[in-house]
């Protein structure tokens, strides 16, 4: 019997890390195509800090909570990074995964792995 309800046990901690895993993964998503919207909106002249996407970071945040913030400067930071590296011809992670032509989207798929 023990056996049985320690089955059970652990058959609902594994779901609860599926489903925990799952979130994870469709938070990064929502971050990652923020990050390419704001992009978008940057190679098409869409001025900046607009309505739109300002009550989507504010619904984003909303819902992830601070933890999208951080992601976000997390992003910033690494994206600061490989740029210094790249300027100072420092071969990158990036560089190995990604082959030629680069384009900020396929950086942005490469640093917000999901």
Known sequence: MFKFFRAIKLDAEYRE???SHNRVKADASVIRDYLLAVLSDAQNDIP???DQRLEQAN?????????AF????DIAAQMVLLSTAKFNGI?????????APLTPESI???VVRV
Not at 59 to 67: E, L, T
Not at 70 to 73: K, Q
């Open 48 to 50: 900046k800090f607009g």
């Open 17 to 19: 890390l599926i489903e």
């Open 108 to 110: 942005v798929y490469e």
């Open 70 to 73: 951080y992601w976000m400067a």
């Open 91 to 99: 071969p990158t992670s990036v560089d190995v995964a990604l082959s």
């Open 59 to 67: 619904q984003i945040i909303g819902n992830i909570g601070a933890g």
